[in-house]
T-cell receptor
Framework: DTAVSQTPKYLVTQMGNDKSIKCEQN?????MYWYKQDSKKFLKIMFS???????INETVPNRFSPKSPDKAHLNLHINSLELGDSAVYFC???????????????FGPGTRLTVT | AQKVTQAQTEISVVEKEDVTLDCVYE???????LFWYKQPPSGELVFLIR??????QNEISGRYSWNFQKSTSSFNFTITASQVVDSAVYFC???????????FGAGTTVTVRA
């Protein structure tokens, strides 16, 4: 059973379109994340959610809107796609930070978005 | 702000050689956490280790070992007797106690040749 799953795995679309990426985790974690990996493999946080509440929005254009319908899901909707949005998007989850500090994050397989 | 530097962009070795990946970090936090992840050619990110700033003991897991030196702000990773399956991009990452995110280094690409 996949712990963190994302759909779709590949997404090819044209500039100006709107698209969504779905993420689900079955680990019982309270915290979920979206990361972007660019063409040089650099990984950067986009959003963090804890118990369905937005904790971090790391200077991401407001064309990107995350939504967490419940603790097991964190979806990413992107409006008016641009060429620069082409990247691999990773969803991740972890146990909530507590007295022991932040826990390791478990990543989904990634969604490769190509904007033409 | 947290910063992680992986100065080695690419390392190429022949099978059975040892390879050490450097990771240097910067943080103002007194409590922080360090991580290593592996990204094989298939693309997924695989968690390898988590270490907190109070635990400076080195750790060994099979052919993998980690050397944490607070005095030099380094958390280096060694693969002993490398194998072709170790070929991957390896990322070092840092998180403060309440960061709710990982700050990643740029990654080091390891190629192990048969």
């Amino acid at each position: 059973d996949t712990a963190v799953s994302q759909t779709p795995k590949y997404l090819v679309t044209q500039m100006g379109n709107d698209k969504s990426i779905k993420c689900e985790q079955n680990l019982g974690h309270d915290t979920m994340y979206w990361y972007k990996q660019d063409s040089k493999k650099f990984l950067k946080i986009m959003f963090s959610y804890n118990n369905k509440e937005l904790i971090i929005n790391e200077t991401v254009p407001n064309r990107f809107s995350p939504k967490s319908p419940d603790k097991a899901h964190l979806n990413l909707h992107i409006n008016s796609l641009e060429l620069g949005d082409s990247a691999v998007y990773f969803c991740a989850s972890s146990q909530e930070s507590g007295l022991a500090g932040p826990h390791e994050q478990y990543f989904g397989p990634g969604t490769r978005l190509t904007v033409t | 702000a947290q910063k992680v530097t992986q100065a080695q962009t690419e390392i190429s070795v022949v099978e059975k050689e040892d390879v050490t990946l450097d990771c240097v970090y910067e943080t103002r936090d007194t409590t922080y956490y360090l991580f290593w992840y592996k990204q094989p050619p298939s693309g997924e990110l695989v968690f390898l280790i988590r270490r907190n700033s109070f635990d400076e003991q080195n750790e060994i897991s099979g052919r993998y070992s980690w050397n944490f030196q607070k005095s030099t702000s380094s958390f280096n990773f060694t693969i002993t007797a490398s194998q072709v399956v170790d070929s991957a991009v390896y990322f070092c990452a840092l998180s403060g106690r309440n960061d709710y995110k990982l700050s990643f280094g740029a990654g080091t690409t390891v190629t192990v040749r048969a």
